[in-house]
Nanobody, 115 residues
């Protein structure tokens, strides 16, 4: 069993910054990729950023503002979010894909950006 726990969400004014963290634990031999997704009210869940050994991938809407990074030794992924906009308001979810290609999701952390 694999557990995924996010932290770091909160309320911030437009233009501000937040840093999300996600830790995976449990029956992990190796991780293929880790990533962040978000879901705003009334909208579908969408990709924000992912990271593998080969590099990072970002949604166009966050390029230049968000940075994903990873501490492989601690099975942890971070999302540094700068220049936040009200449209970034959503529940942010962490997804971990392990060597079996199974995906595990966290419970989500709320990010609210006020104008």
């Amino acid at each position: 069993q694999v557990q995924v726990v996010e932290s770091g969400g909160g309320l911030v004014q437009a233009g501000g910054s937040l840093r999300l963290s996600c830790v995976a634990s449990g029956s992990i031999f190796s991780i293929n990729d880790m990533g962040w997704f978000r879901q705003a009210p009334g909208k579908q869940r969408e990709l924000v950023a992912t990271i593998t050994s080969g590099g990072q991938n970002y949604a166009d809407s966050v390029k230049g503002r968000f940075t994903i990074s990873r501490d492989s030794a601690k099975n942890t992924v971070f999302l540094q979010m700068n220049s936040l906009k009200p449209e970034d308001t959503a529940v942010y979810y962490c997804r971990v894909t392990i060597w079996t290609r199974n995906e595990y999701w966290g419970q989500g952390t709320q990010v609210t950006v006020s104008s």
